[in-house]
Nanobody, 120 residues
Framework: EVQLVESGGGLVQAGGSLRLSCNTS????????IGWFRQVPGKEREGVAC????????YYPDSAGGRFTMSADIAKNLVYLRMNSLKPEDTAVYYC?????????????WGQGTQVTVSS
C-alpha cells in the first residue's frame, strides 16, 4: 500500500523559508514520479515541483520562480521541498503525490497535506 505523509508546514513570515517533508512507503521511485502540489480553497490543485522516476530529473513551473527546490533521500524514502523567499500567495495546503511520470497529469496517490501559511 502506497503511503505518503507530509510534514513541516506552519506559519512563516513573508520572506522566510520552510522545508516540507514527505515520508513515503509502499512504492519504488523507479515506478512512480513524485511531486509537490498545493491547493487553496476554491482553486484547483497545482503542481509546484516534480521529480521524475528513474533519473530523478526535477521540474518546476514558472510559478515556483526559482524559490522552490525539491530533493530526495531515496535510502530514507523521504522527499523534501525547500521553499525560500515565501510570499503570502504561497499560502496553501501542500501535498505530495505520485504521478506515473512528471509529464502525466494523473496522480495515483496523495498524502493528507500540510498547511503552509505565509503572513505579510
Amino acid at each position: 500500500e502506497v503511503q505518503l505523509v507530509e510534514s513541516g508546514g506552519g506559519l512563516v513570515q513573508a520572506g522566510g523559508s520552510l522545508r516540507l517533508s514527505c515520508n513515503t512507503s509502499g512504492f519504488s521511485f523507479d515506478d512512480y514520479a513524485i511531486g509537490w502540489f498545493r491547493q487553496v480553497p476554491g482553486k484547483e490543485r497545482e503542481g509546484v515541483a516534480c521529480m521524475d522516476r528513474g533519473d530523478g530529473s526535477t521540474y518546476y513551473p514558472d510559478s515556483a520562480g526559482g524559490r522552490f527546490t525539491m530533493s530526495a533521500d531515496i535510502a530514507k524514502n523521504l522527499v523534501y521541498l525547500r521553499m525560500n523567499s515565501l510570499k503570502p500567495e504561497d499560502t496553501a495546503v501542500y501535498y505530495c503525490g505520485t504521478p506515473r511520470a512528471c509529464a502525466l497529469p494523473e496522480v495515483e496517490h496523495w498524502g493528507q497535506g500540510t498547511q503552509v501559511t505565509v503572513s505579510s
